[in-house]
């Protein structure tokens, strides 16, 4: 059992022996290295298997499959750098990267890859990514009938004259869609109808709160705004850069042609057809001319190579340019489909941008209102200033005719009534001039 063990299992690191050494002392911290650090775990998260929905392009069939990473970076010839961009321990932003021969769509929740053949979703229990799925399935099993009903209808319109048949059912020739844009276009529709949805249940919640606070301010209103205007920037955020990401591809027509996996899936097999059939096609010369005259056997083989090696050189170069030609000229329907979606991401942004803006208009004109109630305060404050200034001068008044020593007005019985009338009047006339000061200044209303 054990040679078995040690025949299956890859020899062992020189590093993870050293660890393992009775020799080995720790660190000057009294502490392994490595110490708490699961990296056998982080390895096997990393490169275990996982669970895959593969939908089907033929038949629109779904199946759960489990594999690993490296089978999918092989089998999608895909580099490791992407395959994180779906990793769900990471965060990455909105990201459409077209390649070889796949896209690599991450996209909200939706997170896959679509090739020529078939998308392959992260298996997740949210209703999005089923919904992605179902909806999928559907479009596909609609069109596989549509292409059915097409071909009955041809054969009909031969039967019956082409004319009286666009007569009775019109011209149905839909705008075709390979299945790498119909994968893409549920992708973006998911994405866009869930930044939406969102959007929406925002502007629901925000508006009857700010204008709320608006008629009351306090603490816990002040505090709701805070988290909705929280909330409203990551959600800006993020609909800001699928709306980035849409235009970057809509701007490059090289990326949009890197797209059309179909089409190149197609001129390659051409590609291999052809130079199969002119490999045979050199193979019967060579052995008609083997029959008709006698050739070295020593030269003809690497001449034969050398010509063939030329010829699908040519060809396939002349083939490349062509590809490249027609992907440019044919980007229109990517880019009338990026742009439907580019249109709907723009309204969602809009709509998030304009209820920012009334959150600005609303702390604005919260601002004004205590900045109003500062100054009636400080107006306040100054007219109290004013009269307990006025109220000092009875108290000096006091003050002075509460010493000790005798002076005649003393013995005047009216005298009390008379300093009592003067300092009031007195008083008053500073108060007036105080208020007209303020009023002269514009520093009050009055």
Not at 167 to 178: A, H, K, R, T, W
Not at 190 to 200: N, S
Not at 308 to 311: A, L, P, V
């Given at each position: 059992?054990?040679?078995?063990?040690?025949r299956?299992?890859?020899?062992?690191?020189?590093?993870?022996?050293?660890l393992?050494?009775?020799?080995?002392?720790?660190s000057?911290?009294g502490?392994?290295?490595?110490?708490?650090?699961d990296v056998?775990?982080?390895?096997?998260?990393?490169?275990?298997?996982?669970?895959?929905?593969?939908?089907?392009?033929?038949?629109?069939?779904?199946?759960?499959?489990?594999?690993?990473?490296?089978?999918?970076?092989?089998?999608?010839?895909?580099?490791a750098?992407d395959?994180?961009?779906?990793?769900?321990?990471?965060?990455y932003?909105?990201?459409?990267l077209?390649?070889?021969?796949?896209?690599?769509?991450?996209?909200?929740?939706?997170?896959?890859?679509?090739t020529?053949?078939?998308?392959?979703?992260?298996n997740?229990?949210?209703?999005y990514?089923?919904?992605?799925v179902?909806?999928l399935?559907?479009?596909?099993?609609a069109?596989?009938?549509?292409?059915?009903?097409?071909?009955?209808?041809?054969?009909?319109?031969?039967?019956?004259?082409?004319?009286s048949f666009r007569?009775?059912?019109?011209?149905?020739?839909?705008?075709?869609?390979?299945f790498?844009?119909r994968?893409?276009?549920?992708?973006?529709e998911?994405?866009?109808?869930?930044?939406?949805?969102?959007?929406?249940e925002?502007e629901?919640?925000?508006?009857?709160?700010?204008?709320?606070?608006?008629?009351k301010?306090?603490?816990?209103?002040?505090?709701?705004?805070?988290?909705?205007?929280?909330?409203?920037?990551?959600?800006?955020?993020?609909?800001?850069?699928?709306?980035?990401?849409?235009?970057?591809?809509?701007?490059?027509?090289?990326?949009?042609?890197?797209?059309?996996?179909?089409?190149?899936?197609?001129?390659?097999?051409?590609?291999?057809?052809?130079?199969?059939?002119?490999?045979?096609?050199y193979r019967?010369?060579?052995?008609?001319?083997?029959?008709?005259?006698?050739?070295?056997?020593?030269?003809?083989?690497?001449?034969?190579r050398?010509l063939?090696?030329?010829?699908s050189l040519?060809?396939?170069?002349h083939?490349?340019?062509?590809?490249?030609?027609?992907?440019?000229?044919?980007?229109?329907?990517?880019?009338?489909?990026?742009?439907?979606?580019?249109?709907?991401?723009?309204?969602?942004?809009?709509?998030?941008?304009?209820?920012?803006e009334?959150?600005?208009?609303?702390?604005?004109?919260?601002?004004?209102?205590?900045d109003?109630?500062?100054?009636?305060?400080?107006?306040?404050e100054?007219?109290?200033?004013?009269?307990?200034?006025?109220?000092?001068?009875f108290?000096?008044?006091a003050?002075i005719?509460?010493?000790?020593?005798?002076?005649?007005?003393?013995?005047?019985?009216?005298?009390?009534?008379?300093?009592?009338?003067?300092?009031?009047?007195?008083?008053?006339?500073?108060?007036?001039?105080?208020l007209?000061?303020?009023?002269?200044?514009?520093l009050?209303?009055?």
């Open positions: 059992m054990a040679d078995l063990k040690e299956l299992l890859p020899p062992k690191p020189a590093s993870a022996i050293n393992r050494d009775s020799s080995y002392r720790p000057a911290s502490r392994q290295p490595f110490q708490g650090v056998l775990g982080l390895k096997k998260r990393g490169q275990g298997l996982r669970s895959w929905i593969r939908v089907d392009a033929a038949t629109g069939d779904s199946q759960v499959i489990e594999v690993d990473k490296f089978t999918i970076m092989r089998r999608c010839d895909l580099p750098r395959l994180r961009l779906l990793d769900p321990l990471f965060v932003p909105s990201t459409i077209g390649r070889e021969k796949a896209i690599v769509v991450n996209l909200e929740q939706i997170r896959c890859i679509i020529a053949d078939e998308v392959l979703l992260l997740s229990l949210d209703s990514v089923l919904q992605y179902v909806e399935q559907r479009r596909l099993k069109a596989s009938n549509n292409e059915v009903w097409q071909s009955e209808g041809a054969e009909l319109s031969r039967r019956i004259g082409d004319r007569e009775i059912f019109g011209n149905n020739s839909p705008d075709y869609l390979p790498e844009f994968a893409l276009e549920v992708a973006l998911a994405a866009c109808t869930f930044l939406d949805t969102q959007a929406a925002l629901i919640e925000a508006y009857p709160l700010l204008d709320e606070l608006t008629s301010i306090s603490t816990l209103n002040l505090e709701r705004v805070r988290r909705l205007k929280s909330r409203l920037v990551a959600l800006t955020r993020r609909v800001q850069k699928v709306r980035d990401e849409i235009e970057q591809l809509m701007d490059d027509d090289g990326d949009m042609a890197e797209m059309y996996l179909t089409e190149k899936k197609r001129r390659m097999e051409l590609l291999f057809n052809v130079g199969d059939q002119s490999v045979i096609g019967s010369n060579d052995g008609t001319q083997s029959i008709s005259a006698p050739v070295s056997p020593v030269s003809s083989p690497p001449e034969n050398r063939e090696k030329t010829i040519a060809r396939s170069r083939d490349s340019m062509r590809s490249s030609e027609s992907g440019t000229e044919n980007i229109e329907e990517l880019e009338m489909l990026l742009e439907a979606y580019f249109v709907v991401i723009d309204s969602t942004l809009n709509k998030l941008t304009s209820l920012k009334y959150i600005d208009d609303t702390e604005d004109f919260i601002n004004i209102q205590l109003n109630v500062r100054n009636q305060l400080i107006q306040f100054l007219l109290l200033t004013t009269a307990t200034f006025v109220v000092a001068i108290g000096v008044v003050g005719f509460g010493m000790n020593f005798m002076i005649p007005l003393f013995d005047n019985p009216s005298a009390f009534t008379w300093v009592l009338v003067i300092t009031g009047v007195t008083g008053a006339i500073i108060f007036c001039s105080f007209w000061f303020f009023r002269y200044k514009r009050m209303p009055l």
